[in-house]
């Protein structure tokens, strides 16, 4: 299982960027997929998920600014950030739960997940 996460970079306050993760080694189509952060001196902190249906979760601070969606053609799933603060500097990871079930209360876990991207880092300047 291989997890490639990439599309980070320099970004002024308001602006926007996409991220990706591109996944080998498992069937995409029916994983359970996330994206966390880290900031700096901070823990890992939950961002976005979505089911292998297609529902989606965010986290309080993202909603209506962050979207996840994924294309099983391409194994790829992908954050799109608009209206970037600098409170979303970090470090974003994806993550995959390949196999099993999982509530929905589970998907804003970092336990549910069993493979990791090795992250791309996010800087917003304000």
């Known amino acids: 299982v291989q997890l490639q996460a990439s599309g980070g970079g320099l970004v002024q306050a308001g602006g926007s960027l996409r991220l990706s993760c591109a996944t080998s080694?498992?069937?995409?189509?029916?994983?359970?997929m996330s994206w966390f952060r880290q900031a700096p001196g901070k823990e890992r902190e939950f961002v976005a998920a979505?089911?292998?249906?297609?529902?989606?979760d965010y986290a309080d601070s993202v909603k209506a600014r962050f979207t996840i969606t994924r294309d099983s053609t391409k194994q790829t799933l992908y954050l799109q950030m608009n209206s970037l603060r600098a409170e979303d500097t970090g470090i974003y990871f994806c993550?995959?739960?390949?196999?099993?079930?999982?509530?929905?209360?589970?998907?804003?876990?970092?336990?549910?997940?069993?493979?990791w991207g090795q992250g791309t880092l996010v800087t917003v300047s304000s």
């Open positions: 979505i089911s292998r249906g297609g529902w989606s």
């Open positions: 080694g498992f069937t995409f189509s029916r994983a359970a």
């Open positions: 993550a995959a739960k390949v196999t099993g079930a999982i509530s929905s209360a589970a998907y804003s876990t970092s336990h549910s997940y069993g493979h």
